[in-house]
Each structure stands twice: as structure tokens, then as C-alpha cells.
């Protein structure tokens, strides 16, 4: 999913853009241990491992849950709405 992101944000037209945050993602498993943590950059279009020093949005999500999203099995809303995501920042 993550190598998706990668080529998605290489057909990106970077001078049409609203959205330039920059997002943590923290994947956790089962037991709510943190299993990985990437940044994604809206203005430079990156996602790289590890944390933000200051990051506008963070992210906090199961990796099951994240893998069933960019899968499209299930949408991302039904996540939030269920309580299964954690999400602090602007």
C-alpha cells in the first residue's frame, strides 16, 4: 500500500495542489503496540520511515485496519466511524 502512495504521488501535478500537510502515520498491531511509523509530506509528495518533528496531523491506526483501507475493502470512514483510527493535529 505504502509503494502505492509512492507512484500515486509521482503522477501528482504538484501545481494543483490545496492539501500540504505533513502527516505521521503510526501503525500499531493487535495489541496496540506500535509496529512502524512513516511521514508523509503533502508539499514535497514523500513518505519516508520514521517520525515528524513536528508533524500538523498524526495518525494512529492498526496496520490490519490501514491494509483493508488502501485495499478498498473497506472505506476509511467506516474505520473513523467505529472508533478504529486516532487522529490529533489540523
Known amino acids: ?3 502505492k502512495i ?6 501528482i501535478d504538484q501545481s494543483n495542489r490545496s492539501l500540504t500537510k505533513l502527516f505521521q502515520i503510526n501503525f500499531n498491531d493487535d495489541n496496540g503496540e506500535l509496529i512502524k511509523s512513516v511521514v508523509m ?3 514535497e509528495l514523500t513518505l519516508q520511515d520514521g517520525t515528524a518533528e ?3 496531523v498524526v495518525v494512529t491506526i492498526k496496520d490490519e485496519d490501514f491494509f ?3 485495499s478498498k475493502q ?4 467506516t474505520i473513523l466511524e467505529e472508533g478504529k483510527v ?3 493535529g489540523d
Not at 509512492?6 to 503522477?11: D, L, P, S
Not at 473497506?74 to 470512514?77: A, G, K, T, Y
Open 68 to 70: 483493508q483501507v488502501g
Open 6 to 11: 509512492r507512484k500515486k504521488f509521482e503522477e
Open 86 to 88: 486516532k487522529i490529533e
Open 54 to 56: 513536528k508533524p500538523d
Open 1 to 3: 500500500i505504502l509503494d
Open 74 to 77: 473497506i472505506p476509511f470512514s
Open 41 to 43: 509530506d503533502l508539499k
